[in-house]
């Protein structure tokens, strides 16, 4: 079976700190994988996805950037976090057809201060 | 105009009661729909996904589809204090992506 892994879960940086995410995926080849962020009390906004390796899509302009070195690796970085980068960051996978949607990791919570 | 609407709530419903719960999307394109749930601190998990017109059922939810309205909605029978949590209606829109709304969080009172 399929699983999806996302570390830390949990995070607290400075401001102008760098930052990485890592994803994995496990059970799977070739899944499009997906970033979220869900800032506190609102809804997930789509940071980044990819269909394959080094093919990352960017729907938000921001210091944020994603790169997918390995199948199935999806990785959120930073050079320097500002405190607007503070949420809740989900790691998602498809792959299994539409009806399947995503399944989301168990996300990182970052807090920068 | 945002892809997704939905009330954030707080939706108070008693236990045994049915919760409806209303999402409308502004991409006509979009075919297919998902309902996640998310609990608090937790990643969304889905629990419905529908794509023709009318209702789908599965166990205590049920989910009803208007493309024409743009209209999409879920229904829990029976709800349960375990229900309690913010439910996400999230297109899969014509660009091969999943647009999710805000959420309305619900609460079920015992």
């Known amino acids: 079976s399929q699983t999806i892994h996302q570390w830390p879960a949990t995070l607290v940086q400075p401001v102008g700190s760098p930052l990485s995410l890592e994803c994995t995926v496990e059970g799977t080849s070739n899944p499009n994988l997906y970033w979220y962020r869900q800032a506190a009390g609102r809804g997930l906004q789509l940071l980044f996805y990819s269909v394959g390796i080094g093919q990352i899509s960017s729907e938000v302009p921001q210091n944020l950037s994603a790169s997918r070195p390995q199948d199935r690796q999806f990785i959120l970085s930073s050079k320097k976090l500002l405190l607007s980068d503070s949420g809740f960051y989900l790691c998602?996978?498809?792959?299994?057809?539409?009806?399947?949607?995503?399944?989301f990791g168990s996300g990182t919570r970052l807090t920068v201060v | 105009q945002k892809e997704v609407e939905q009330n954030s709530g707080p939706l108070s419903v008693p236990e045994g009661a049915i919760a409806s719960l209303n999402c409308t999307y502004s991409d006509r394109g979009s075919q297919s729909f998902f309902w996640y749930r998310q609990y608090s601190g937790k990643s969304p998990e889905l629990i419905m996904f529908?794509?023709?017109?009318g209702d789908k059922e599965d166990g205590r939810f049920t989910a009803q589809l208007n493309k024409a309205s743009q209209y999409v909605s879920l229904l829990i029978r029976d709800s349960q204090p375990s229900d309690s949590a913010t439910y996400l209606c999230a297109p899969f829109s014509s660009a091969s992506k999943i647009i999710f709304g805000s959420g309305t969080r619900l609460s079920i009172r015992p």
């Open positions: 998602a996978w498809s792959g299994g057809g539409v009806i399947n949607g995503y399944t």
């Open positions: 529908i794509y023709s017109n």
